[in-house]
């Protein structure tokens, strides 16, 4: 007789482990299932899901109990449950984007958007659609509509999650999936992986299908995974690429260069964190890669740029929001959100091509710089999880702290660098801080491969995610 969930600790086990123990029949789908469900139910915290999927989650949870029992799995996470942010379709529900406005045109998506029916296809099971920042449009995952997911690794009060894939990032480190999907504009998976101690990867532009994903700034904006573990991360981009996935090969860690920009990155940097940093900095050393620090100037001039003409992610939500900005109620879609839209009403379209002519230029210099295969390590975010209560109380001091919380994962946007957000430790307030590995645009592969051999060097030995 097969062992039950119930002799399964679901919060402490990667998807994965959990394709292993359904395969082997220690646990059915359904049973995993309904420890989620039930797990969801009884959190302290709510905001985490807007919506959950439990009809459709249970239905597929019997599917793939059924192809398992007759050895048919689709793939290695047959019968796992995953759950994507609110900004990406699952037919028959709204994708609100966490926004009441949305969720008041009561508009249902006709199908699932093509990741979701890619992950389908490899029997995962869907859990529902996650809380976000509305429009994804913050870096602090803040939500006046739904709630603000508390990042559960704060002790001392009630810390911002990171956003704007919030929900997905805190899904994750509470373990009530696995792995969640969520979306990175200007850091948005790579922040809160960060502030709560857990892995999020972000792709080179183009990566994944992004048909059935509601758009923040479409020349930005991709999907990416949280998980707890990197071979979690490998197999579900593996599964989101599909035929075209180019699997990372061996490397041998003299081979790695690593480049540590000392400009821009490092401004303002908190004690602790830069501690950890250069903890793990000198780690990697001692094993023998090579470590490179210097100056690297299309940093200084891709701010004088966006300081110059403006930001993209702005325009672009400002082009799509328009009509729904103008048409809405005061207080009707989050004052912060709208107040950043609106702030480019006038940029002129001499600027805005200027800028994505600009950041192109830029990037294409930096990998005729350091080449195609190097790597360039900075950390996620200058500061850990800030206390959500100062946050609502100043929207000045909110802006301020969502620009700077957002700016070195904002780089790995605008010059397309794939980036990795490692746990590296604890810093202030007992708070996960992140090491942030990119690579240049389109060496994925080369970045996980990477990753592959850093990873245990970059975690310390304690203190490097939610337990």
């Known amino acids: 007789m097969s062992r039950t969930h119930e002799y399964i600790d ?10 292993m123990l359904l395969a082997r029949g220690e646990v059915t789908s359904t049973q995993i299932v309904e420890s989620v469900f039930a797990a969801i139910d009884a959190a302290s915290d709510q905001a985490v899901f807007i919506q959950l999927t439990r009809a459709r989650a249970l239905a597929e949870a019997r599917e793939s109990d059924q ?19 609110a ?43 996650l809380n976000m920042t509305e429009f994804a449009f913050s870096a602090l995952g803040l939500n006046p509509h739904f709630g603000t997911p508390h990042n559960p690794c704060a002790k001392d009060e009630p810390r911002a999650p990171g956003g704007s894939s919030s929900g997905s990032a805190v899904a994750v480190a509470l373990g009530l999936v696995p792995v969640a999907i969520g979306s990175d504009t200007g850091g948005s998976i790579r922040v809160p992986a960060a502030f709560n101690g857990i892995l999020g990867y972000k792709p080179s532009f183009g990566s994944f299908d992004m048909d059935g994903i509601f758009p923040l700034a479409p020349s ?13 991360i490998e197999v579900v981009n593996a599964l989101m690429v599909g035929d075209y996935y180019d699997f990372p090969s061996a490397v041998a860690m003299p081979e790695l260069r690593i480049i540590v920009p000392t400009n821009v990155v490092l401004d303002g940097v908190e004690p602790a964190i830069m501690a950890r ?35 993209i992610s702005n325009a672009e ?38 800028v994505q002519a600009g950041r192109e230029a830029l990037s294409r210099a930096c990998t005729e710089q350091f080449g195609a295969h190097s790597l360039l390590a900075m950390p996620a975010t200058p500061f850990v ?32 660098w794939p ?42 030995a304690k203190g490097g995610a939610v337990a």
């Open 385 to 416: 999880a800030p206390p959500i209560a100062a946050l609502e109380a100043d929207d000045d001091y909110f802006a301020d702290i969502n620009m700077k919380t957002g700016r070195n994962a904002r780089i790995g946007n605008m010059l397309d």
């Open 67 to 85: 192809l398992l029992s007759e050895g048919r799995p689709r793939s290695a996470l047959e019968g796992v449950p995953i759950a994507y942010k």
């Open 220 to 232: 930005l904006d991709t999907l990416g995974i949280f998980a707890r573990t990197l071979a979690d």
């Open 419 to 460: 980036g990795l957000s490692i746990p590296m430790g604890l810093a202030a307030h007992d708070m996960p801080a992140g090491f942030l590995l990119c690579g240049m645009p389109g060496q994925d592969s080369a970045l996980l491969a990477a990753a592959h051999l850093l990873e245990g060097d970059i975690r310390p």
């Open 317 to 354: 939500a400002y082009a799509y929001h328009k009509q729904r900005l103008e048409a809405s109620a005061p207080g009707a879609i989050d004052r912060r959100v709208a107040k950043r839209i609106l702030s480019v009403k006038t940029m002129l379209a001499v600027d805005y091509c200027a």
């Open 277 to 311: 940093f250069d903890e793990a900095l000198a780690r990697l050393a001692a094993r023998g890669a090579r470590i490179e620090r210097r100056h690297i100037p299309q940093l200084d001039e891709l701010n004088a740029l966006v300081a110059k003409h403006g930001q």
């Open 87 to 129: 900004l990406i379709d699952l037919k028959g529900e709204i994708t609100s984007a966490a926004s009441k406005v949305i969720l008041a045109e009561g508009v249902r998506a006709d199908r699932d958007a093509g990741i979701v029916e890619s992950l389908r296809r490899a029997g995962m099971v869907t859990i529902g659609h």
């Open 10 to 19: 679901l919060t402490r086990t990667s998807a994965l482990q959990m394709g």
